[in-house]
């Protein structure tokens, strides 16, 4: 078994693509297929099935996914306290991650530490919560940040980020903000109200709330469904109805004069932001550091 071999197999995984593998590792695609088969030989199993669409992991090639993973961090760690090496350090770092963290902090997060790390590479992938929470249980990406804590005992969950969902309202609207908290059920069923669709950790988050403010979903006249914050924000701006939104996807919208946004000033509208890893998985020393760099940012920038 050589090193080659199990970066091919982690990469092939992770894309779920041959020809996507090599040219992420500047290889041929004939020559990553050979590593594969190669592989797969002297192990005796398949690790992988191919279609007409996309490659897919075994159920001995998921298992196996997480040793190779485990040795080629354990690899990067005997290299780093052998030699030293650590900012000089060439990896890349995978993250998939909820919209609101992938839109509004992750990019502050990479640009400083790449400030530290110039070396190091990221790729980061934006989905749902539901599928951010797959995604991490096949072991394709070493991070996952998202809204909500997953169920199970699978992964490792730190908040890093201390957010609140604010009620956003068209600059038409005339109630003042003490006026909006005071009475929000009797405001929040009197107005058009628009959601996130399913699978959204705020839409997890806002379906909570309203529970525990007394309210069910079907009591609110909901005017219509998107995906992302963003296209909710601009129907704000544009009258279509109000929403619950996260603080700071609303900032931009506000500081341009697009919309108001009311802070409720009630711990039922905070929540937090959270770095996930799997807990099979060993962190490479440079993933460690970006753990910690995460950890460590926002408290510290509050």
Do not use: W
Request: charged share 20%; with cysteine.
């Amino acid at each position: 078994m050589e090193m080659k071999q199990l970066e091919a197999f982690v990469c092939v995984a992770k894309n779920r693509s041959f020809s996507k593998a090599a040219e992420e590792m500047y290889a041929s695609q004939p020559s990553v297929s050979a590593y594969i088969g190669s592989l797969e030989k002297s192990l005796g199993v398949q690790l992988l099935t191919r279609n007409t669409r996309e490659v897919c992991l075994t159920k001995a090639g998921q298992d196996f996914l997480v040793y190779a993973k485990n040795i080629l961090s354990l690899r990067e760690r005997a290299i780093h306290n052998i030699t030293g090496k650590g900012r000089d350090a060439d990896c890349a770092i995978d993250i998939i991650s909820s919209t609101i963290p992938a839109q509004h902090l992750l990019p502050e997060l990479i640009a400083s530490f790449q400030k530290l790390y110039p070396n190091v590479t990221f790729s980061v992938e934006q989905a749902d919560s539901r599928q951010v929470e797959r995604e991490m249980r096949s072991f394709r990406y070493e991070f996952g940040m998202i809204g909500t804590v997953p169920g199970g005992d699978h992964f490792n969950a730190y908040p890093v980020y201390d957010d609140e969902l604010v009620l956003v309202t068209s600059r038409t609207v005339q109630q003042s903000a003490a006026n909006i908290c005071d009475n929000f059920k009797e405001f929040i069923t009197s107005v058009p109200f628009i959601m996130r669709k399913p699978g959204s950790g705020t839409r997890v988050e806002v379906e909570a709330l309203l529970s525990a403010v007394g309210l069910d979903l079907r009591e609110l006249r909901v005017a219509a469904q998107f995906s992302d914050a963003h296209s909710i924000l601009l129907a704000v701006s544009h009258g279509l109805g109000v929403s619950l939104v996260s603080k700071v996807a609303a900032a931009m919208y506000v500081d341009a004069g697009l919309i108001r946004a009311v802070e409720m000033n009630n711990p039922l509208f905070r929540r937090q932001i959270y770095l996930i890893y799997n807990k099979e998985l060993e962190l490479s020393p440079v993933q460690e550091e970006f753990a910690n760099h995460v950890m460590g940012f926002y408290p510290a920038h509050a």
